[in-house]
C-alpha cells in the first residue's frame, strides 16, 4: 500500500507528516530522504512482512520453554530429618542433602518441641547434628525449617527418645591402639550388649577404646573431647548390665577406683542374713558396763547419818509403809505439810544411807588387802636380788629381766 504524505515540519530526529485528512503522523527523519523541507511531498509504501513474523514467533516460544524447563519444573524439596543414634543424654540426628533448584538458601533451623533450638551453620556442607544434655528416658520432638527465595519449607516431624540407664545398645565404639586380642574381645562384647563397632571417628562415636594413646584417631577423640577408655570399661558395663562411670577407666587412672558392682552394695546392707537376724533375735542384750575398764574406785568419805528436816522423824516403821500400799489402791495421799517431808524422801535417805555404810566397808576391806600386798612384795623382791648375785659376780655382763 502507497501512501503520500506531506511533510510538515522536520526537526533534528522526528519530522512531522500531514496526510490528506490532515492527520499528524511522527515519522524518524533519518528515514526520509536527503534534502527534504517543509513543503514535501514523500511516498511510504506499507506491507506486512510474513517471514519474519514467524521467525521471531518461534524464537520467543523457545525461550519461553527454555524459562519453563529452568526454572518452573524444578522447586526446593523439604528436608528429611532421621535419627542416627540415641544415647542416654545425647542424640544424633542427620539429614539427606538440601535440594535448592535455583532457589538461593536463606537459613536452616532446627526446632526441639515446637520451639527453635538453634540454626544449623553451614547448611550445604554439615547433614548431622549431635544434641547433648538430654534428660535419661524421655521423648522429643524436633524437625528442620528450610528458608529459600523460592519459600518456606518443613520436614516431617521426628519422635525421639533418650536410653535408658540399662540400654547399653546406644554405646558406639571407635577401637584406637591396642593388642589384638583385645580388640577381637572388644568386639565380641559390644556384640554382645548390641552395641556399635566403627573404624573412624564420627559424630555419633560416644567413646574411644585403647591401651595406648597415639595416633590420629586417638588425636581426633582428643580434639572432640570424647572419653578415651580402657577396654576394661566395657567389660564393666556388661557386668553391671548398666552404663559404668568412665573415671576409673582413663588411660592413666588409678585401677583402685574402679568399683565393679556399686549398685549391689546397698542392698547387701539393707538385707541381712537370716542368720544375723536370728543371732540378733536370740542374742541377748549385754550390760552397758561390760565392755567398760574396771577401775578402783577411789576411798570415799564416810558420811554420817541423813539429817532429817526439822519436826520430821527419824525412822521409818513397818506400820508406816503398810498403810501407804493399802492407800494406793484407795485413793491417793494428801500432801505433806510444809514443815515435814514426804515420806518417800524419808525412804530414799534411809536408803542412801544403807548404800554408803556398805560401800565404805567394801573401800576398807580393799585398802587393806592392798597394804598387805604391798608389803609382802619388797621381801621377795630381796631374796630374787641375793640369788642373782651369787650366781653372776659383779661386773660381767648384764642382768636379764626376771619375772616376779
Same mark, same amino acid.
Given at each position: 500500500?502507497?501512501?503520500?504524505?506531506? /511533510?510538515?515540519?522536520?526537526?533534528?530526529?522526528?519530522? =512531522?507528516?500531514? #496526510?490528506?485528512?490532515?492527520?499528524?503522523?511522527?515519522?524518524?527523519?533519518?528515514?526520509?530522504?536527503?534534502?527534504?523541507?517543509?513543503?514535501?511531498?514523500?511516498?511510504?509504501?506499507?506491507?506486512?512482512?510474513?517471514? !519474519?513474523?514467524?521467525?521471531?514467533?518461534?524464537?520467543?516460544?523457545?525461550?519461553?520453554?527454555?524459562?519453563?524447563?529452568? %526454572?518452573? *519444573? &524444578?522447586?526446593?524439596?523439604?528436608?528429611?530429618?532421621?535419627?542416627?543414634?540415641?544415647?542416654?543424654?545425647?542424640?544424633?540426628?542427620?539429614?539427606?542433602?538440601?535440594?535448592? !533448584?535455583?532457589?538461593?538458601?536463606?537459613?536452616?533451623?532446627? %526446632?526441639?518441641?515446637?520451639?527453635?533450638?538453634?540454626?544449623?551453620?553451614?547448611?550445604?556442607?554439615?547433614?548431622?547434628?549431635?544434641?547433648?544434655?538430654?534428660?535419661?528416658?524421655?521423648? %522429643?520432638?524436633?524437625?528442620?525449617?528450610?528458608?529459600?527465595?523460592?519459600?518456606? %519449607?518443613?520436614?516431617?516431624?521426628?519422635?525421639?527418645?533418650?536410653?535408658?540407664?540399662?540400654?547399653?545398645?546406644?554405646?558406639?565404639?571407635?577401637?584406637?591402639?591396642?593388642?589384638?586380642?583385645?580388640?577381637?574381645?572388644?568386639?565380641? !562384647?559390644?556384640?554382645?550388649?548390641?552395641?556399635?563397632?566403627?573404624?573412624?571417628?564420627?559424630?555419633?562415636?560416644?567413646?574411644?577404646?585403647?591401651?595406648?594413646?597415639?595416633?590420629?584417631?586417638?588425636?581426633?577423640?582428643?580434639?572432640?573431647? *570424647?572419653?578415651?577408655?580402657?577396654?576394661?570399661?566395657?567389660?564393666?558395663?556388661?557386668?553391671?548390665?548398666?552404663?559404668?562411670? =568412665?573415671?576409673?577407666?582413663?588411660?592413666?587412672?588409678?585401677?583402685?577406683?574402679?568399683?565393679?558392682?556399686?549398685?549391689?552394695?546397698?542392698?547387701?546392707?539393707?538385707?541381712?542374713?537370716?542368720?544375723?537376724? /536370728?543371732?540378733? !533375735?536370740? #542374742?541377748?542384750?549385754?550390760?552397758?558396763?561390760?565392755?567398760?575398764?574396771?577401775?578402783?574406785?577411789?576411798?570415799?568419805?564416810?558420811?554420817?547419818?541423813? #539429817?532429817?528436816?526439822?519436826?520430821?522423824?527419824?525412822?521409818?516403821?513397818?506400820?508406816?509403809?503398810?498403810?501407804?500400799?493399802?492407800?494406793?489402791?484407795?485413793?491417793?495421799?494428801?500432801?505433806?505439810?510444809?514443815?515435814?517431808?514426804?515420806?518417800?524422801?524419808?525412804?530414799?535417805?534411809?536408803?542412801?544411807?544403807?548404800?554408803?555404810?556398805?560401800?565404805?566397808?567394801?573401800?576398807?576391806?580393799?585398802?587393806?588387802?592392798?597394804?598387805?600386798?604391798?608389803?609382802?612384795?619388797?621381801? /621377795?623382791?630381796?631374796?630374787?636380788?641375793?640369788?642373782?648375785?651369787?650366781?653372776?659376780?659383779?661386773? &660381767?655382763?648384764?642382768? &636379764?629381766?626376771?619375772?616376779?
Amino acid at each position: 500500500m502507497l501512501v503520500s504524505l506531506t /511533510v510538515g515540519k522536520v526537526d533534528a530526529g522526528v519530522a =512531522v507528516l500531514l #496526510t490528506q485528512d490532515n492527520r499528524l503522523i511522527e515519522f524518524p527523519s533519518v528515514l526520509l530522504p536527503k534534502n527534504i523541507s517543509s513543503g514535501s511531498i514523500v511516498d511510504i509504501d506499507v506491507s506486512r512482512n510474513h517471514a !519474519a513474523e514467524s521467525k521471531s514467533i518461534a524464537s520467543f516460544q523457545s525461550l519461553q520453554k527454555r524459562i519453563l524447563n529452568t %526454572y518452573g *519444573l &524444578e522447586t526446593p524439596s523439604p528436608p528429611v530429618l532421621r535419627l542416627r543414634n540415641a544415647t542416654q543424654t545425647s542424640l544424633v540426628l542427620e539429614w539427606e542433602p538440601i535440594k535448592l !533448584a535455583t532457589a538461593s538458601l536463606k537459613s536452616l533451623s532446627l %526446632y526441639r518441641n515446637g520451639s527453635k533450638a538453634g540454626s544449623i551453620p553451614r547448611p550445604l556442607e554439615m547433614m548431622s547434628t549431635k544434641i547433648s544434655g538430654l534428660a535419661i528416658h524421655a521423648e %522429643y520432638t524436633f524437625h528442620l525449617v528450610l528458608r529459600t527465595t523460592a519459600g518456606t %519449607y518443613h520436614s516431617e516431624k521426628l519422635t525421639c527418645r533418650t536410653h535408658k540407664m540399662t540400654d547399653l545398645s546406644g554405646i558406639t565404639v571407635t577401637p584406637g591402639i591396642m593388642p589384638q586380642p583385645q580388640r577381637e574381645a572388644l568386639a565380641r !562384647a559390644i556384640d554382645r550388649i548390641g552395641g556399635k563397632l566403627i573404624d573412624t571417628v564420627r559424630i555419633d562415636t560416644t567413646h574411644f577404646v585403647c591401651t595406648e594413646g597415639r595416633g590420629p584417631a586417638w588425636e581426633k577423640a582428643v580434639e572432640m573431647n *570424647l572419653p578415651v577408655v580402657r577396654p576394661e570399661w566395657l567389660d564393666a558395663c556388661e557386668a553391671e548390665g548398666t552404663i559404668v562411670g =568412665v573415671r576409673g577407666y582413663y588411660l592413666n587412672a588409678d585401677p583402685k577406683h574402679r568399683q565393679l558392682g556399686p549398685r549391689q552394695v546397698p542392698q547387701q546392707q539393707q538385707q541381712p542374713t537370716p542368720e544375723s537376724v /536370728v543371732s540378733e !533375735a536370740t #542374742t541377748p542384750p549385754a550390760s552397758s558396763h561390760s565392755n567398760l575398764p574396771v577401775q578402783n574406785a577411789p576411798a570415799a568419805i564416810p558420811e554420817g547419818p541423813p #539429817t532429817p528436816f526439822p519436826g520430821g522423824p527419824t525412822e521409818v516403821t513397818a506400820a508406816e509403809i503398810q498403810p501407804e500400799h493399802e492407800d494406793d489402791h484407795s485413793e491417793p495421799p494428801a500432801p505433806p505439810p510444809k514443815d515435814e517431808p514426804a515420806e518417800g524422801v524419808k525412804d530414799d535417805e534411809k536408803d542412801d544411807a544403807d548404800e554408803s555404810d556398805g560401800h565404805d566397808e567394801a573401800e576398807d576391806t580393799k585398802e587393806t588387802d592392798v597394804k598387805e600386798g604391798l608389803e609382802t612384795v619388797p621381801a /621377795v623382791e630381796a631374796e630374787t636380788l641375793k640369788e642373782i648375785d651369787k650366781v653372776q659376780p659383779e661386773g &660381767e655382763g648384764e642382768l &636379764e629381766e626376771v619375772s616376779l
